[in-house]
């Protein structure tokens, strides 16, 4: 046995572990579920075609060593491979001390590397011929640069190190635009698994599209579109469950594109008060307004509500319903559905109604239309919030010259 096939050994004892009739052959399906086993993602489509090509005997079944052929293209990466190379004397394996320069000049370690590399080629290393080497093979950098110490962000930031005390609108919050849809803007599907999925993954605002539904329930979905429907209800449940659970324990908003009637408002707000209970802000911190935004830290645990507001934090609310001039309107036409040809249409309306009980659960995130740089020097208040396709953003942007 030459000195390549006592390092690539590993990957013949993977395949005599799983050939369960020891016949010395696998075919596809079960060479699926090997790769599995080992940890390895793979598009279908891509690994049956290179396991064709590597089924030299053309008998649809992999011996031992077809594997190591399937195995190899299947893992190579030519970028990682030249790497590989640029500091591997022999082109086969990385010793203690190339390694180490690898992890001084190409990941930027200062302290203690040979300690690190000495670690990293026990820990990552498949090969026990490389291990017993003290030596690293290209497997071995692949499973290192694909986990989670080999990524390019930095593990230091993983903990908290910002000033978490400034207004919230002194941050960049991580936000998802129709978080309801899994697929595409026009048929796809609409599911609570959407608001799951951003908030693991650390996304602080979230979307909800709300529109009359039957039996008096409030519906989420693209409206004008093919797209299927979720209850409203489903939404806040999700939310109340997942809101803190894993990513922040900072505050999530929950931003609102309602077209509903004032009664299915007036459900929304009984959903929303009812389901999130303590975790809705529903008043100004200590029960009176100010001239900032309260921080991320005062928020800890609370969502907030983005939407359409009956006058403002100074004044007192008064009536059941209020009518909304359209300059208070969302986005007219979503830029991305110009693009796609979209069937959506936004229906143009005189005003808007809107429920005292629903316009009672916006706090700091009231909803207006922003009408340049200018007005709102004179006319915003800290608690308004605007929204606006890209197209507009960058006219904003040259228009407003030195404000941006």
Not at 39 to 68: C, I, P, Q, W, Y
Not at 193 to 201: H, P, Q, V
Not at 207 to 219: K, L, M, R, Y
Not at 382 to 395: G, I, M, Q
Request: negative net charge; proline residues 2%; glycine residues 6%.
């Amino acid at each position: 046995m030459d000195q390549r096939e006592k390092l690539d050994q590993w990957i013949c004892d993977w395949f005599k572990k799983a050939d369960k009739n020891g016949d010395g052959r696998m075919n596809f399906k079960e060479v699926r579920d090997l790769l599995k086993m080992m940890n390895v993602d793979m598009n279908e489509h891509h690994a049956l075609r290179l396991f064709t090509m590597a089924d030299k005997s053309e008998s649809g079944a992999l011996e031992d060593d077809e594997f190591v052929l399937f195995y190899k293209m299947l893992t190579q990466r030519e970028e990682v491979l030249a790497v590989f190379r640029d500091f591997s004397t022999d082109g086969q394996t990385l010793s203690v001390q190339e390694l180490e320069e690898f992890l001084q000049e190409g990941q930027l370690v200062q302290d203690d590397t040979q300690r690190h590399a000495i670690e990293l080629i026990q820990r990552c290393e498949p090969s026990e011929a490389a291990k017993q080497r003290q030596a690293m093979t290209i497997d071995g950098l692949l499973m290192y640069l694909s986990s989670s110490e080999g990524s390019i962000f930095n593990p230091a930031m993983q903990q908290l190190y910002q000033d978490m005390s400034q207004p919230l609108c002194h941050y960049f919050i991580s936000s998802s635009h129709n978080t309801y849809l899994l697929e595409d803007q026009l048929r796809g599907h609409s599911s609570v698994e959407g608001y799951i999925r951003a908030l693991k993954r650390g996304c602080r605002c979230v979307e909800v599209d709300c529109w009359d539904g039957q039996n008096g329930e409030p519906i989420v979905y693209h409206g004008h579109t093919l797209t299927s429907k979720i209850l409203f209800k489903d939404v806040v449940t999700v939310l109340g469950n997942y809101a803190f659970v894993v990513a922040s324990e900072y505050p999530v908003i929950l931003s609102i594109e309602n077209h509903c009637s004032v009664e299915q408002q007036r459900v929304m707000a009984h959903h929303l008060t009812h389901i999130l209970g303590e975790k809705l802000l529903r008043n100004t911190l200590r029960g009176k307004s100010s001239c900032d935004l309260p921080s991320p830290e005062d928020l800890k645990g609370k969502i907030l509500l983005k939407g359409k507001k009956i006058g403002g934090l100074e004044g007192n609310l008064s009536g059941v319903m209020e009518e909304l001039s359209d300059e208070d309107d969302p986005v007219e036409i979503e830029e991305e559905n110009h693009h796609n040809g979209s069937i959506r249409r936004k229906s143009k309306k005189s005003g808007q109604h809107l429920s005292k009980e629903l316009s009672d659960c916006v706090v700091y995130c009231r909803s207006v239309r922003f009408n340049g740089f200018k007005h709102s020097r004179v006319h915003s208040r800290f608690y308004e919030v605007s929204s606006f396709t890209e197209s507009k953003a960058r006219k904003h942007m040259k228009e407003g010259g030195e404000m941006v």
